[in-house]
Nanobody
Framework: QLQASGGGLVQVGGSLRLSCTAS????????VGWFQQAPGKEREFVGS????????FYADSVQGRFTISKDNAKTTVYLQMSNLRPEDTAVYYC????????????????WGQGTLVTVSS
């Protein structure tokens, strides 16, 4: 079961790290993507990481501010968010896909429950 966690309230310019966990072995079989869904908006691609963890790909809006990584045991995928902006306020989801980078929502077959990030100004 896929689960995102770590959301909360943070001030503009602050940082937050989200985690995505799954059963053992899952992240060696799938590409993991992160998406954000702001109130009243479509769910949008944030970034993804390859099965090995050696490649990452980001949306232009977060490039240079967000970093996706895996732990050595590959049981957790992280989304490190820095220099947060009010427009980053959203529910964040992690999801699984077959191919890298899989930058569209339709490429993801499995979704976890989201975690809410609120950036206050």
């Amino acid at each position: 079961q896929l689960q995102a966690s770590g959301g909360g309230l943070v001030q503009v310019g602050g940082s937050l790290r989200l985690s995505c966990t799954a059963s053992e072995g899952t992240f060696t079989m799938y590409v993991v993507g992160w998406f954000q869904q702001a109130p009243g908006k479509e769910r949008e691609f944030v970034g993804s990481i390859s099965r090995s963890g050696g490649r990452t790909f980001y949306a232009d809006s977060v490039q240079g501010r967000f970093t996706i990584s895996k732990d050595n045991a590959k049981t957790t995928v992280y989304l490190q968010m820095s220099n947060l902006r009010p427009e980053d306020t959203a529910v964040y989801y992690c999801a699984l896909a077959r191919k890298f980078p899989s930058a569209t929502r339709d490429e993801y077959a499995y979704w976890g429950q989201g975690t809410l990030v609120t950036v206050s100004s």
